[in-house]
């Protein structure tokens, strides 16, 4: 069926479901959003976040405030009050964290100077596994359906392994509730952004009852090519679509089973410019596509000792497919003539497919005893082709082509190869000294095995449609191979209740990163040179240490961190030589060498650094903003800064409300010059952009509520650069003054 057929569809049954007009199913109304819940007066309940928020990334549900681990919590009333182009934007605002792009589309995070590659990202607690080296990971999370995302800012390789050793990204989607009494709810909203005329429409449904409970949502969005001060960046344009489905069922008290498929698809993305492709080639998504199809079954409330069971499966498919037209020409001179060679065309396509399954058992040994046991497995499998196509033509010298030659030449820049691991992972969590004292510790031990088919360069040769399999001097890439490794990590985190209202925290960790597939066995021929891959690399080892001060007044909140990470068997791209044999032709069993840079475990690193958030409730309607962070980065071998690490930012803010009217927001955002490079970095200089943003108050209609989010960011056009965005090529400024609506209604 149609992709286009299916979002139609859920459109539609959403209207369908408003003109039903049955009282009836709005006995119990679940929100689909903290702000499509409430009234007019709520807008003034509780003005500052008091750390009640509940959240799950840590495998047990406890309040924010009951844990000792840095977080940051994003709700889904966020997105709709913020411009939320994408995921990226509003989880930048938080401190600590800092977001990087690479046009409209695609965007990331970077987490106390950690970039993506040393997060672990989950949806609905399963991994997002990304294809390049290109930041697209969270251009595939539809923010419409987000409930909300729950970040822990540092080491976590105890409870998710590989990989989190700069935090968790743990982004939670809307599911609907189960209900004494049958219900339906939902809102569909439509949404402008005036920066890259983005339109957008969202429409989402909840139904349920006591034993049963179903969403069904749809998401389209199409963007042209966004506007900086500088300019428009050509080649940004882009359209995406979402259709998310999800089920669950209590066949018996205390077991619930759930099910969900999640469709992410985008057309047309413009990849404007970067290190990727450099110089004047043009690269586009022609299709970009993320797949996830999950279950889980748990049971509760088993025995005294035995608090709970929960199993889950999942399976998530990505694809990419990459056009790139150079724009390049070659001409040689020859006895004849002039030989010009034209690259026509280059079609790189990803398939990757990551799937896993966990087992996870809750104990309560005491009353205030809580320890957590399981087991979890997970597997990622990649493949990877790149087709060429070069036009060689012969000009005489009169300037007239006497032979043309049509080329497809095959590639696989990564063989195809697959990256398991398996773990057993314990977490306990005890309160002391009449719960002033909370002590968590865990610790895990996983086995990963890493295999690959040998690879070879070109792997095939058209000349003028005959095919050679075995061309002229093919090269072995990679022979053959398999790897197994295992790595442990562990943590310990402290919570002290000094006063009601007044926590320190303390947070030691041990973690650990086994180099991905693309570290290990990349190998893409860029003419002179060869970026290269090391099937021998040795896992990164990290220790932590984070100590924390935390206030939760009525009117006052505060958290400050001070953080040290030092990390060995740095991965980092290292000058060297490509050794390779001669696979075919006369030169067969050859060794020869080409210039390359390969990754190697050649370094010890060290970050460190501070961030704080704190809100101040004035007077009765204004609440002060204010957040900031700093991070410093060092190669401990060379003495040398490490690269992509944000410069010291902040936000100062000031948020008023009318509980009849609704709520204004002016941010000023700021960062200050960033010097401290890495070679073949550029300095960035420091900028102060001002944002602002209006919730309107619901406008109630019966059942159904109405209201309107707008504001303005970069209100005074301004240019600047975002330091993790810099691998933009020629233009590196950061979008210009944004004016968007959104409109909600909700029922």
């Given amino acids: 069926?149609?992709?286009?057929?299916?979002?139609?569809?859920?459109?539609?049954?959403?209207?369908?479901?408003?003109?039903?007009?049955?009282?009836?199913?709005?006995?119990?109304?679940?929100?689909?959003?903290?702000?499509?819940?409430?009234?007019?007066?709520?807008?003034?309940?509780?003005?500052?976040?008091?750390?009640?928020?509940?959240?799950?990334?840590?495998?047990?549900?406890?309040?924010?405030?009951?844990?000792?681990?840095?977080?940051?919590?994003?709700?889904?009333?966020?997105?709709?009050?913020?411009?939320?182009?994408?995921?990226?934007?509003?989880?930048?605002?938080?401190p600590g964290i800092a977001m990087g792009r690479d046009g409209a589309w695609s965007t990331t995070i970077n987490i106390r100077g950690l970039g993506e590659n040393r997060l672990v990202t989950l949806v609905d607690g399963h991994r997002v596994e990304t294809a390049t080296d290109l930041t697209a990971s969270f251009s595939m999370i539809d923010v419409n359906d987000i409930e909300r995302v729950e970040v822990i800012k540092g080491a976590q390789s105890s409870l998710y392994g590989t990989g989190a050793m700069g935090g968790i990204v743990n982004i939670i989607t809307k599911a609907g509730n189960f209900a004494a009494s049958p219900y339906v709810s939902g809102n569909a909203t439509l949404g402008y952004g005036g920066v890259n005329n983005l339109l957008s429409e969202h429409a989402g449904v909840s139904a349920g009852a006591q034993k049963w409970v179903l969403r069904l949502s749809g998401t389209h969005a199409e963007a042209g090519d966004l506007r900086t001060p500088e300019g428009k960046i050509p080649n940004s344009q882009f359209t995406s679509n979402n259709v998310t489905a999800k089920a669950g069922l209590k066949p018996w008290d205390n077991h619930v089973f759930r099910v969900q498929y999640q469709n992410n698809w985008s057309e047309d993305v413009g990849i404007p410019g970067g290190s990727a492709f450099p110089g004047p080639a043009t690269a586009t998504y022609t299709e970009i596509s993320r797949h996830l199809f999950s279950t889980s079954y748990e049971i509760t409330a088993i025995s005294r000792l035995l608090s709970s069971v929960k199993a889950n499966y999942f399976t998530q498919y990505i694809q990419r497919d990459v056009e790139m037209i150079p724009n390049t020409v070659t001409e040689t001179k020859i006895p004849a003539g002039t030989q010009r060679v034209t690259p026509e065309r280059v079609v790189p396509i990803g398939n990757h497919l990551t799937h896993g399954g966990q087992l996870q058992t809750t104990w309560t040994p005491g009353e205030k005893n809580t320890l957590i046991a399981g087991v979890d497995i997970w597997s990622r499998t990649m493949r990877t082709v790149r087709t060429k196509f070069i036009r060689n033509e012969v000009v005489n010298p009169a300037g007239t082509v006497?032979?043309?030659?049509?080329?497809?030449?095959?590639?696989?820049?990564?063989?195809?190869?697959?990256?398991?691991?398996?773990?057993?992972?314990?977490?306990?969590?005890?309160?002391?000294?009449?719960?002033?004292?909370?002590?968590?510790?865990?610790?895990?031990?996983?086995g990963i095995v890493v295999e690959n088919e040998a690879g070879t360069d070109v792997d095939y040769l058209i000349v003028d449609g005959v095919r050679n399999d075995t061309p002229p001097n093919q090269r072995i890439t990679f022979p053959a191979g398999k790897n197994n490794t295992l790595s442990w990590s562990a943590n310990a985190g402290l919570l002290y209740k000094a006063t009601k209202e007044t926590d320190l925290t303390l947070n030691l960790a041990r973690s650990f990163r086994a180099p991905s597939l693309e570290e290990l066995f990349k190998y893409i021929d860029l003419g002179n040179y060869v970026s290269l891959g090391d099937p021998e690399l040795k896992p990164e080892n990290g220790a932590s240490a984070d100590l924390g001060l935390r206030m939760w007044k009525p009117k006052f909140n505060l958290q400050v961190n001070g953080f040290v990470n030092r990390i060995g068997n740095l991965v980092v791209e290292t000058p060297?030589?490509?050794?390779?044999?001669?696979?075919?032709?006369?030169?067969?069993?050859?060794?020869?060498?080409?210039?390359?840079?390969?990754?190697?475990?050649?370094?010890?690193?060290?970050?460190?650094?501070?961030?704080?958030?704190?809100?101040?409730?004035?007077?009765?309607?204004?609440?002060?903003?204010?957040?900031?962070?700093?991070?410093?980065?060092?190669?401990?071998?060379?003495e040398t800064d490490l690269p992509r690490i944000p410069p010291m930012n902040?936000?100062?803010?000031?948020?008023?409300?009318?509980?009849?009217?609704?709520?204004a927001e002016l941010t000023m955002a700021g960062a200050t010059r960033q010097d401290k490079i890495a070679a073949g970095e550029k300095a960035t200089g420091s900028y102060a952009r001002f944002d602002l943003a209006f919730t309107s108050a619901p406008i109630r209609l019966r059942k159904t509520r109405i209201q309107l989010f707008a504001g303005i960011d970069n209100l005074t056009d301004r240019s600047y650069t975002n330091h993790l965005a810099t691998n933009r090529g020629s233009i590196s400024t950061e979008p210009g003054r944004n004016i968007y609506l959104r409109l909600n209604l909700a029922f």
Avoid: C, H
């Fill in 576 to 638: 060297g030589e490509f050794i390779y044999t001669i696979n075919t032709g006369p030169l067969e069993g050859t060794r020869d060498t080409l210039p390359a840079l390969i990754y190697d475990n050649v370094s010890r690193a060290m970050l460190y650094g501070a961030d704080f958030g704190m809100q101040y409730n004035v007077w009765p309607n204004m609440v002060v903003v204010a957040s900031g962070s700093v991070v410093r980065g060092k190669d401990l071998g060379s």
């Fill in 650 to 663: 902040g936000r100062l803010g000031m948020r008023y409300t009318l509980p009849e009217l609704g709520a």
């Fill in 402 to 446: 006497v032979k043309t030659i049509n080329l497809v030449r095959g590639e696989t820049p990564i063989p195809k190869s697959s990256f398991s691991s398996g773990g057993i992972f314990l977490q306990d969590e005890a309160r002391l000294f009449n719960d002033r004292l909370t002590l968590i510790t865990g610790g895990r031990v996983d």
């Fill in 1 to 94: 069926m149609d992709k286009n057929v299916l979002l139609t569809a859920a459109l539609a049954l959403l209207i369908s479901f408003q003109g039903t007009g049955q009282d009836a199913w709005f006995d119990e109304e679940p929100a689909e959003s903290v702000l499509s819940k409430a009234s007019p007066d709520s807008l003034n309940q509780e003005p500052i976040p008091l750390g009640e928020v509940e959240i799950s990334s840590l495998r047990v549900n406890r309040r924010v405030k009951d844990v000792p681990q840095p977080m940051a919590v994003v709700g889904a009333s966020n997105f709709l009050k913020l411009s939320s182009q994408t995921l990226s934007n509003v989880l930048g605002m938080e």
